[in-house]
């Protein structure tokens, strides 16, 4: 069950949020939250009894380990550093070995001519997003952080179902403070109205737009021969944009969700396709991502520095777009993913220390088209395949044009999608960031026509062809 689906629309948001709110009219805020926790753990349940054992058991070995990060009480003599260090050892290994396992098992075949067998290819539902705030929330206790810790608020915090399997990537004290206060618990029309809209946005863009850019990516990308020149654009420029609608949408309906339980979520793009650098678009895409890299692993990286210079820190810059590159998933195509920002931060830094001028449309081209390339590994099955597409994005090897890998998608896809796509491209360039639209948002008749046809559509998109999962579903 996604967000995009019916049966999580209209029935198991409509139940979760009025079972919410009738139990806050009658208790206090503990039955609103255990039922929270219950139909979040119901909706880890819709995906497989696994990912619900593998949830609970993360959330359990975490919540001991910070009772006693928290008490400041040791473990069979580890001091507090020691436990802790230990503590994030075991996360670290916990989706190491249910996300990387096979991918070290079979690299290893290759290396030494084992003939290991490989574990099960199964990747439990948000075990990568999961895992990072169960990461945080340590480091946090670590550094006393962390007050009024409870079994109760752990369980949510890190369970519930409006991020813990895509995001964004929150804290526990931009959380747990929310579900402690009491206006948490009282219906808010503004609240509910900007919540709807934003979710309204979020279906369109998932079902309607990217899910359209998806049907071209696909057959470029499936194509077993090499594409032409601007077929092999077509392909990449439709991957490119069909990652942000996916993941932006999503984005916007989990912002949009927390706000029917009067629970505030952090952005996660603002119009990262208008940067000027790579860097300005590292803080414009997957926001809380890069809030994590910089504050959880880079920061810390330079704080155990002797004497931090300039080229450490670009090496520590490359380091963790490595590692969050290889976050995404088990394949080499992450990590030439990764390993390609990190440099282009790292040129991006040497040339702002250089102080070249950079004209603000030069700058932006060279970025997008950065960030195109990039990308094209990103969904590459393979670094050959991503090789391959390059080659044939900046030569003739495959001609100048063929239509043939779109063949595929039938004649009606073909005429409206293209449509939908051209809309698409006009949102990138010239409408307001979901994040502004959320800003400005005050409820209106304008507004709820504007949702009703949004969501309307969206609808007929779900009910006529389906929709695709959310591509960071996977990760």
């Not at 069979?76 to 290994?93: D, E, F, K, Q, T």
């Not at 399997?165 to 747990?176: A, D, E, L, N, S």
């Not at 077929?231 to 944009?241: K, N, P």
């Not at 949004?454 to 990760?475: E, M, P, Q, T, W």
Request: glycine content about 8%; overall charge positive.
């Amino acid at each position: 069950m996604g967000f995009n689906s019916f049966s999580f629309i209209f029935l198991f948001l409509p139940v979760a949020v009025g079972g919410y709110f009738l139990l806050a009219r009658k208790s206090n805020r503990t039955w609103p939250k255990l039922w929270l926790l219950l139909v979040s753990l119901q909706f880890f349940v819709a995906a497989g009894v696994e990912s619900l054992l593998l949830l609970l058991g993360s959330l359990t070995l975490n919540y001991f380990s910070a009772r006693l990060l928290v008490s400041g009480r040791g473990l069979m003599g580890l001091s507090h550093r020691a436990l802790l260090i230990a503590a994030i050892a075991l996360n670290v290994g916990f989706l190491g070995y249910f996300k990387y396992a096979a991918f070290f098992v079979q690299v290893l075949n290759r290396l030494v001519g084992a003939h290991l067998p490989l574990p099960p290819a199964s990747l439990p539902l948000g075990i990568s997003f999961y895992t990072i705030y169960q990461i945080m929330f340590l480091v946090d206790c670590g550094e006393g952080l962390v007050e009024g810790h409870n079994w109760l608020d752990h369980f949510l915090f890190g369970g519930i179902f409006l991020y813990s399997t895509m995001g964004p990537i929150v804290r526990w004290k931009q959380i747990v403070p929310q579900l402690n206060d009491t206006k948490a618990y009282r219906a808010n029309l503004d609240n509910s109205s900007a919540g709807l809209f934003l979710c309204a946005i979020g279906l369109f863009k998932k079902v309607v737009l990217a899910d359209n850019f998806g049907r071209w990516a696909d057959a470029g990308f499936n194509y077993n021969y090499p594409l032409s020149l601007i077929g092999s654009w077509i392909a990449a420029l439709s991957f490119t944009f069909q990652l942000y609608f996916d993941f932006s949408g999503y984005t916007d309906m989990a912002i949009g969700v927390g706000l029917l339980f009067n629970i505030i979520l952090p952005q996660n793009f603002n119009a990262p396709f208008r940067a000027q650098s790579i860097s300005d678009f590292w803080r414009r895409w997957h926001i809380t991502l890069t809030n994590f890299i910089t504050s959880y692993m880079y920061t810390p990286i330079i704080r155990s520095m002797n004497q931090p210079t300039f080229g450490k820190a670009m090496i520590a810059t490359f380091v963790v777009m490595l590692i969050a590159g290889f976050w995404h998933g088990a394949n080499w195509t992450f990590l030439v993913f990764g390993a390609l920002h990190g440099a282009a931060l790292v040129v991006n830094q040497c040339w702002k220390r250089m102080k070249y001028p950079m004209p603000g449309p030069v700058g932006w081209l060279v970025t997008f088209l950065f960030v195109i390339v990039s990308l094209v590994f990103f969904r590459s099955s393979h670094v050959s395949q991503g090789l391959h597409i390059i080659a044939s994005m900046s030569t003739l090897r495959g001609g100048l044009f063929s239509f043939e890998p779109w063949t595929t998608i039938n004649q009606y896809d073909r005429l409206i999608g293209t449509g939908w796509m051209l809309l698409g491209v006009a949102i990138l360039i010239r409408a307001p960031s979901s994040q502004q639209l959320q800003r400005t948002f005050r409820p209106s008749w304008v507004s709820l026509l504007l949702a009703i046809i949004l969501a309307v559509v969206a609808c007929i998109y779900l009910n006529s062809d389906g929709s695709k999962s959310f591509v960071y579903r996977r990760f």
